[in-house]
T-cell receptor, first 114, second 110 residues
Framework: GAVVSQHPSRVICKSGTSVKIECRSL??????MFWYRQFPKQSLMLMAT?????????EQGVEKDKFLINHASLTLSTLTVTSAHPEDSSFYIC??????????FGSGTRLTVV | QQQVKQSPQSLIVQKGGISIINCAYE??????FPWYQQFPGKGPALLIA?????SEKKEGRFTISFNKSAKQFSLHIMDSQPGDSATYFC?????????FGAGTQVVVTP
């Protein structure tokens, strides 16, 4: 089956530093990857859609300069949280798509900014 | 604005009972309706999905019922087990994106 690997699973960083989260599709090529943010006991909020080789499309209200997304290959997308602040602390989840039937989610990254 | 409305917010069911979660949508252009199961600290995992031209789909203890005219669909978990305790999200697919419901936390008591 389709497997999406997300790393790291947990990260603690100091306020003002940047953090990179990786999302890899291990056994399929993902032309599209998605990044979500999830607050405790809430639903998944789509942050951006990334297509291999092109700029990411950000949802309304998401700061593209703060959340940098790179989709350099068909198996790797990265999310970099720049100049992180405590309010950026959240659970970040990626998903990779082969089409509407093929949404596979990563295991998530718990980011804590201190 | 939540395009997919999910209820209840939480649910407690005894082992062996039936868990029922309901979702409603407005946009008739949605053409694929998956359900996801999420455990604490993990990403969602696809449980079962249905297309609007099918009224029911069953996979093991999980059944989706779909009412196209009412724009509603529901997940039934039969013979609920403690291992089913998780948060369940309904979703609807349109134009390459999934719209998620708010989620239902299900607790199955022994």
């Amino acid at each position: 089956g389709a497997v999406v690997s997300q790393h790291p699973s947990r990260v603690i960083c100091k306020s003002g530093t940047s953090v990179k989260i990786e999302c890899r599709s291990l056994d399929f090529q993902a032309t599209t990857m998605f990044w979500y943010r999830q607050f405790p006991k809430q639903s998944l909020m789509l942050m951006a859609t990334s297509n291999e080789g092109s700029k990411a499309t950000y949802e309304q209200g998401v700061e593209k300069d703060k959340f940098l997304i790179n989709h350099a290959s068909l198996t790797l997308s990265t999310l970099t949280v720049t100049s992180a602040h405590p309010e950026d602390s959240s659970f970040y989840i990626c998903s990779a798509s082969k089409g509407e039937d093929g949404y596979t989610f990563g295991s998530g990254t718990r980011l804590t900014v201190v | 604005q939540q395009q997919v409305k999910q209820s209840p917010q939480s649910l407690i069911v005894q082992k062996g009972g039936i868990s029922i979660i309901n979702c409603a949508y407005e946009n008739t252009a949605f053409d694929y309706f998956p359900w996801y199961q999420q455990f604490p600290g993990k990403g969602p995992a696809l449980l079962i999905a249905i297309r609007p031209d099918v009224s029911e789909k069953k996979e093991g203890r999980f059944t989706i019922s779909f009412n196209k005219s009412a724009k509603q669909f529901s997940l039934h978990i039969m013979d609920s087990q403690p291992g089913d305790s998780a948060t369940y999200f309904c979703a609807a697919y349109l134009w390459g994106k999934l719209q998620f419901g708010a989620g239902t936390q299900v607790v199955v008591t022994p």
